[in-house]
């Protein structure tokens, strides 16, 4: 039972506009959410992070927000660029006896048109 | 700094085959971890180490085996491959886990095919 779910497995947006990439997750005791990127032929790389008593959390073109009691997690990019274009996944840490366990959604594949 | 390096690339193998995927981190991480990843689901963790020396089982291990003789190699072994093997597989190392999450680093992927 997936704990991470990304329910949209594609996007399709224009360059210059924004992207919103979106997240739900069961489990309310999650501590940490991150943002991975992922190019074709690449390992995810790490883009953004929001602690779980935060709600949002800003990074240049790159905005995440939290919304606990939706249990809901986006990702805004604004303005999309075609370079943005790679499958996004989020991640859902349970930090417990020094150990973080991560929970990853199945990835959102994003196009960004010029 | 070549970060997180894996080998093969890529691998065919027959049923009941067996191999070893490695994987190489070179930024003195003490945690290192293999995941698979599958269509229409996210990565799923196979085994993790929190040391060297250590292993542990994650959410799917069976059918895996792992070792971690030297801190900066983790291996992931196939004792006898099966079609249901067939995967991409990531290798990821991390620094030590504390109350501040530390975001793991991933290698490029191998990705494996069982006829």
């Known amino acids: 039972d997936q704990q991470v779910k990304q329910n949209s497995p594609s996007l399709s947006v224009q360059e210059g506009r924004i992207s919103i990439l979106n997240c739900d997750y069961t489990?309310?005791?999650?501590?940490?959410f991150l943002w991975y990127k992922k190019y074709p032929a690449e390992g995810p790389t790490f883009l953004i992070s929001?602690?779980?008593?935060?709600d949002k959390n800003e990074d240049g073109r790159f905005t995440v927000f939290l919304n606990k009691s939706a249990k809901h997690l986006s990702l805004h990019i604004v303005p999309s660029q075609p370079g943005d274009s790679a499958v996004y996944f989020c991640?859902?840490?349970?930090?417990?006896?020094?150990?973080?366990?991560?929970?990853f959604g199945s990835g959102t594949k994003l196009n960004v048109k010029p | 700094n070549a970060g997180v390096t894996q080998t093969p690339k890529f691998r065919v193998l027959k049923t009941g085959q067996s191999m070893t995927l490695l994987c190489a981190q070179d930024?003195?991480?003490?945690?290192m971890y293999w995941y698979r990843q599958d269509p229409g689901m996210g990565l799923r963790l196979i085994h993790y180490?929190?040391?060297?020396?250590?292993?542990a089982k994650g959410e799917v291990p069976d059918g895996y085996n792992v070792s971690r003789l030297k801190k900066q190699n983790f291996l992931l072994g196939l004792e006898s491959a099966a079609p249901s093997q067939t995967s991409v597989y990531f290798c990821?190392?991390?620094?030590?886990?504390?109350?501040?999450?530390?975001?793991?680093?991933f290698g490029p992927g191998t990705r494996l095919t069982v006829l």
């Open positions: 990821a190392s991390s620094k030590l886990a504390g109350k501040i999450y530390n975001e793991q680093f």
């Open positions: 489990n309310s005791m999650f501590d940490y």
């Open positions: 929001i602690s779980s008593i935060k």
């Open positions: 991640a859902a840490i349970l930090s417990r006896y020094n150990f973080n366990k991560f929970y």
């Open positions: 930024m003195n991480h003490e945690y």
């Open positions: 180490s929190v040391g060297e020396g250590t292993t």
